[in-house]
């Protein structure tokens, strides 16, 4: 069974910083493209960054420049190293997969900026 788990999320004051932790179970990790999303309320998921199992990221547009997203395949985890953090970075953030043709979520981790 593919499970997905977040962590790391809290509340945060503009300008400071945060580490997300995603452990991933169930899969071969290495192999496996792994993404981080986020939803603010009223607004539809984003993608903000992913990373391939060979290392390579893409970033949205509105992270660019503040977020990092990078891997350790002996962990099983993929990580989103926040900075210069925003009120309208506050979000759920969630990380996630794919199985076969299936997406699979973990249960997201809030974080939350204020000004």
């Known amino acids: 069974q593919v499970q997905v788990a977040e962590s790391g999320g809290g509340l945060v004051q503009a300008g400071g910083s945060l580490r997300l932790s995603c452990e991933v179970s169930g899969v071969i990790f290495s192999g496996k493209i792994m993404y981080w999303y986020r939803q603010a309320p009223g607004k539809q998921r984003e993608l903000v960054a992913h990373i391939t199992g060979g290392g390579s990221t893409e970033y949205g547009d509105s992270v660019k420049g503040r977020f990092t997203i990078s891997r350790d395949n002996a962990k099983n985890t993929v990580y989103l190293q926040m900075d210069s953090l925003r009120p309208e970075d506050t979000a759920v953030y969630y990380c996630?997969?794919?199985?076969?043709?299936?997406?699979?979520w973990g249960q997201g981790t809030q974080v939350t900026v204020s000004s």
């Open positions: 996630k997969t794919r199985y076969g043709w299936d997406d699979v």
